[in-house]
């Protein structure tokens, strides 16, 4: 089974607790209370997020944190990759002889194929499209375009 760690699932719930204030400066407190979270918790998810780029930190009595640029301008895959590392379904997936049977194996060039859909799925998601999604679900018809159901998990 492939699915995103707990954190990273919390991180998204975060930062588009962010994005629905995108002109806030929120505590890690009151981010917490906004995504039902506890605060050591959103600490935690906090500074891989910051160290990405993806939020900005202030210090001082009116301190927090911030998006560091608009939501339409942060994909999901930013996020996943800020908790969890490159994107990789298989070890071969990012590095090149990593894998005992890497010299004979006929499938790593499908794994491939299959990481760069999953990545490109989570490039053409938008961080405001998560908050939208939250509001208002889209309805799926059969004409919808290929769609691929995964969840992803760190190696």
């Excluded at 560091?68 to 071969?92: F, H, K, N, Q, Y």
């Excluded at 005992?100 to 799925?121: L, P």
């Amino acid at each position: 089974m492939l699915r995103v760690t707990k954190l990273t699932d919390y991180a998204t719930v975060v930062m588009t607790v962010l994005a629905a204030r995108p002109d806030t400066v929120m505590s890690a407190t009151e981010l917490a209370d906004q995504a039902g979270l506890e605060a050591p918790t959103v600490s935690k998810l906090l500074k891989p997020l910051a160290q990405a780029g993806l939020v900005e930190g202030f210090r001082g009595a009116n301190g927090g944190y911030r998006l560091a640029r608009p939501a339409d301008a942060i994909s999901l895959v930013e996020i996943v990759e800020a908790m969890e590392g490159p994107l990789a379904m298989t070890e071969c997936s990012l590095h090149d002889g990593h894998c005992g049977i890497s010299a004979q194996c006929g499938v790593r060039t499908n794994w491939r194929r299959i990481n760069d859909v999953v990545a490109d799925a989570l490039r053409g998601v938008s961080l405001s499209q998560m908050l939208g999604d939250a509001a208002h679900p889209a309805p799926s018809s059969p004409g919808d375009a290929k769609r691929i159901h995964a969840r992803l998990a760190s190696a």
